[in-house]
């Protein structure tokens, strides 16, 4: 069974300093998508980052980049430069058949000023 | 530029009394997801649309429906609410299609209230 799991349920990060928020998964798959979800107070569902498992090359959305371990089966996200709007849950994601998304329990983000 | 839409953003209602929540996405995808969340908890996938076929979770209780009458739009139905339906309600879609499965993109969800 494909399985998430974020074994982190709280972080705290000073305000400008860099955080990592770790996540792992299982899938028997060899090619497949992997999501961080940003989720704020609001609810409302945001992605943040994308890696596709065949490509070596670790994403990077300006201040937001994984470290992709495929052997591993690790996935975490680093925030530079954290800013007080990052503060939210963050969720790591695996699509399974038809894209259905199978979440990890989520990291809550505090961000200190 | 609203990509998925769902309304209304807020529902309050009593206790028995059956509520439609509804999507709406400008994306052409697909398919089509509701997941229900609760306090603390990540989204839990209730059903989906692929194109018009409907597919339900196993655990997804009966009271849960839906309906799909066309490519834009999907409602949640929820026959008999219940206090533990209470929930956060969200919406996605994504295209899939082969080997292709993209991004799935949120809507802003729907908060409902059972009194």
């Known amino acids: 069974a494909q399985t998430v799991t974020q074994s982190q349920p709280e972080m705290s990060v000073q305000e400008a300093e860099t955080v990592t928020l770790s996540c792992t998964y299982d899938?028997?798959?060899?090619?497949?998508?992997l999501f961080w979800y940003k989720q704020p107070p609001s609810r409302q569902m945001i992605l943040v980052i994308r890696?596709?498992?065949?490509?070596?090359q670790n994403a990077t959305e300006n201040r937001f980049s994984v470290n992709f371990q495929k052997a591993a089966k690790s996935f975490s996200l680093k925030i530079s430069d954290s800013q007080l709007g990052d503060a939210a849950m963050y969720f790591c994601?695996?699509?399974?058949?038809?894209?259905?998304?199978?979440f990890g329990t989520g990291t809550l983000l505090a961000v200190q000023p | 530029d609203a990509m998925v839409i769902q309304n209304p953003r807020y529902q309050v209602t009593q206790f028995g009394k059956p509520v439609t929540l509804s999507c709406s996405q400008t994306l052409n995808h697909n398919v089509m997801y509701w997941y229900q969340q609760k306090s603390s908890q990540a989204p839990k996938l209730l059903f989906h649309y692929y194109d018009k076929d409907f597919n339900n979770e196993a655990d997804t209780p009966d009271n849960f429906q839906s309906r799909r009458p066309n490519t834009s739009f999907c409602f949640l139905d929820i026959r008999s609410p219940g206090l533990g339906d209470a929930a956060m309600y969200l919406c996605a879609t994504s295209r899939v299609g082969g080997n292709l499965r993209e991004t799935q993109y949120f809507g802003p969800g729907t908060r409902l209230l059972v009194l």
């Open positions: 899938t028997s798959e060899s090619d497949y998508y």
């Open positions: 890696q596709e498992a065949y490509k070596q």
């Open positions: 994601a695996y699509p399974g058949a038809t894209n259905k998304l199978i």
